[in-house]
Nanobody, 122 residues
Framework: QLQASGGGLVQAGDSLRLSCVAS????????LGWFRQAPGKEREFVAA????????NYTDSVKGRFTISRDNAKNTVYLQMSSLKPEDTAVYYC?????????????????WGQGTQVTVSS
């Protein structure tokens, strides 16, 4: 089970850190990702990290502003978001894949968290 937290209402330019804790299993060898879904839109890839943390990938719109990281000892993946924009407003979901890979599509993941709302006001 994946449990995402850390969302909230912030102003444009602010920062937030999302956390996703896994329970019931270790995520040590899992690839981990963050996706987001705005109202009326499809779920969109945001960032991903491979099992070792050596490889990451980001969607172009967040490069230089968001950082994905993982702490395997805490069974947790983070998404540090800075310079937030109103267009970042969405429900953010964490996900895990058993292959340990960096995957950029929802189909590349086996487990999903419940989502946490991020709202950025202008």
């Amino acid at each position: 089970q994946l449990q995402a937290s850390g969302g909230g209402l912030v102003q444009a330019g602010d920062s937030l850190r999302l956390s996703c804790v896994a329970s019931g299993r270790t995520i040590y060898y899992y690839g981990l990702g963050w996706f987001r879904q705005a109202p009326g839109k499809e779920r969109e890839f945001v960032a991903a990290v491979n099992w070792s943390g050596a490889w990451t990938n980001y969607t172009d719109s967040v490069k230089g502003r968001f950082t994905i990281s993982r702490d395997n000892a805490k069974n947790t993946v983070y998404l540090q978001m800075s310079s937030l924009k109103p267009e970042d407003t969405a429900v953010y979901y964490c996900a895990a894949n058993v292959r340990g890979a960096v995957a950029g599509t929802p189909g590349g993941y086996d487990y999903w968290g419940q989502g946490t709302q991020v709202t950025v006001s202008s």
